[in-house]
Nanobody, 122 residues
Framework: QVQLVQSGGGLVQAGGSLRLSCAAS????????MGWFRQAPGKEREFVAC????????YYGNYVKGRFTISRDNDKNTVYLQMNSLKPEDTAIYYC???????????????WGQGTQVTVSS
């Protein structure tokens, strides 16, 4: 398993942008597909985006497609989530996670970051 530490997030107006970062410890980061999930108050955790170990394969939730971009820098052991054109409904706690396969299923992820709050005001 890898240890994941998130940074970024905060408060932004609708239409604005934020970038989340997720730094991993250990030299095996590049072996792991990575994902981002979010959880709004009173709602279940939902898939946002994921990427293969190389970054060549990515998937997005329909509600963020075209606005969010997942990327990774294996030299820096870091995965990013660039969020543009933010909407109030994007308000949630965002989590990064590592898995052994490329998947949208949160149950397949075995290491999680601490979460970071993203709040989008209207």
């Amino acid at each position: 398993q890898v240890q994941l530490v998130q940074s970024g997030g905060g408060l932004v107006q609708a239409g604005g942008s934020l970038r989340l970062s997720c730094a991993a410890s250990g030299r095996t980061f590049s072996r792991y597909p990575m994902g981002w999930f979010r959880q709004a108050p009173g709602k279940e955790r939902e898939f946002v985006a994921c990427t293969s170990w190389s970054g060549c394969t990515t998937y997005y939730g329909n509600y963020v497609k075209g606005r969010f971009t997942i990327s990774r820098d294996n030299d820096k052991n870091t995965v990013y989530l660039q969020m543009n054109s933010l909407k109030p409904e994007d308000t949630a706690i965002y989590y990064c996670a590592a898995a052994n396969i490329v998947t949208l299923d949160p149950n397949e992820y075995n290491s999680w970051g601490q979460g970071t709050q993203v709040t989008v005001s209207s």
